[in-house]
């Protein structure tokens, strides 16, 4: 049975920082790879971060790029996200998500996900 369990999320200032952890469980994490995506009150799910299976290729959509870092360690069976100089409007629940390649952002497209983690960014 594949598990992605996400953890790390909570209340943070602007301008702050949270990394957020996908254990991932019941695949082979070296063929797959991983995405964060994230959803807001009333809004559509949106992809921001993608790293590949062996974690050489990166994606970010450009709303995050040069403030969040993916990372990954396939060993520990754990996907990564690093959130600095948070802003109100990142405020969602994130999940993460696997599939094979990280080729478009399309929720419908990825197979496996967990359940979200809610990072709220409020002073």
């Known amino acids: 049975q594949v598990q992605l369990v996400e953890s790390g999320g909570g209340l943070v200032h602007p301008g702050g920082s949270v990394r957020l952890s996908c254990v991932v469980s019941g695949l082979t994490l070296d063929y797959y790879a991983v995405a964060w995506f994230r959803q807001a009150p009333g809004k559509e799910r949106e992809g921001v971060a993608c790293?590949?299976?062996?974690?050489?290729?990166?994606n970010y959509a450009d709303s995050v790029k040069g403030r969040f870092t993916g990372s990954r360690d396939n060993r520990g069976g754990t996907v990564y996200l690093q959130m600095d100089s948070l802003k109100p409007e990142d405020t969602a629940v994130y999940f993460c998500?696997?599939?094979?390649?990280?080729?478009?952002?399309?929720?419908?497209?990825?197979?496996?996900w967990g359940q979200g983690t809610q990072v709220t960014v409020s002073s």
């Open positions: 998500a696997a599939k094979k390649w990280c080729d478009n952002w399309r929720a419908s497209s990825y197979d496996y």
């Open positions: 790293i590949s299976s062996t974690g050489a290729g990166r």
